[in-house]
């Protein structure tokens, strides 16, 4: 079975300073992976995905991804987070397409802060 | 451009009593899907659907009907409302396996439902 686990709740960061937001994840097969963010009152949006391609993704907005087998995990990074970068962010672990429905398991989140 | 639409975004519900929610996509997806949200557990899937005319059960189906009698709409129905449901509930969309899925979900911003 597949399991997405996000090791922070919260992260806070300063303005310019980089961001790391870690996720772990198990798969029984070849996962993809995804990264989604989801600002207050606003519904999910794609930010990178992993597909089997490149281990280090590029995304929107600066994010960045390695996917790391032999670790397990697909942390999440931004060089220099920017004000508008506070959202909560959840990591998405999907196996083989099912044939009925997209298998999507996701972490619980979470929360960038980002001070001024 | 709209998107992924819900209505209505927030309702108050006391017990017992019933409602529906309803999702409207206009990128002509195949698939749609209802999530609930719950702080700390990140998004369970309710139900789901392939196509017009038939739907699935998700992780926590209990307590919850569907229906998808066209193929832009996916309705989410609660006959008896529980304090339990209490939640945020957010629709999303995406193409299937055989029309460019790649694994991105498209979401609404999300319907707000408190059971009293």
């Known amino acids: 079975a597949q399991s997405v686990t996000q090791l922070d709740s919260h992260v806070s960061v300063s303005e310019g300073t980089p961001v790391l937001l870690r996720c772990n994840y198990s798969s029984s097969y070849s996962p993809s992976l995804f990264w989604y963010v989801q600002h207050p009152n606003k519904g999910l949006q794609l930010l990178l995905k992993y597909t089997s391609a490149a281990t280090l993704v590029k995304g929107i907005n600066g994010f960045e991804a390695e996917f790391k087998k032999s670790e397990t995990s697909f942390h999440l990074t931004k060089p220099s987070a920017h004000m508008s970068d506070a959202a909560e962010y959840f990591c998405?672990?999907?196996?083989?397409?099912?044939?009925?429905?997209?298998?999507?398991?996701f972490g619980a989140g979470t929360i960038l802060r980002v001070k001024s | 451009n709209a998107g992924v639409t819900q209505t209505p975004k927030f309702r108050v519900l006391k017990t017992g009593q019933s409602m529906t929610l309803l999702c409207a996509q206009d990128?002509?997806?195949?698939?749609m899907y209802w999530y609930r949200q719950d702080p700390g557990m990140g998004l369970r899937l309710i139900h789901y659907?392939?196509?017009?005319?038939?739907?699935a059960k998700g992780e926590v189906p209990d307590g919850y009907n569907v229906s998808r009698l066209k193929k832009q709409n996916f309705l989410l129905g609660l006959e008896s409302a529980a304090p339990s449901q209490t939640s945020v509930y957010f629709c999303?969309?995406?193409?299937?396996?055989?029309?460019?899925?790649?694994?991105?979900?498209?979401f609404g911003e999300g319907s707000r439902l408190t059971v009293l």
């Open positions: 998405v672990v999907s196996d083989l397409f099912m044939e009925y429905g997209n298998k999507l398991v």
């Open positions: 999303a969309s995406s193409y299937s396996s055989t029309s460019g899925y790649t694994g991105e979900l498209f």
């Open positions: 990128m002509n997806h195949e698939y």
């Open positions: 659907s392939v196509g017009e005319g038939t739907t």
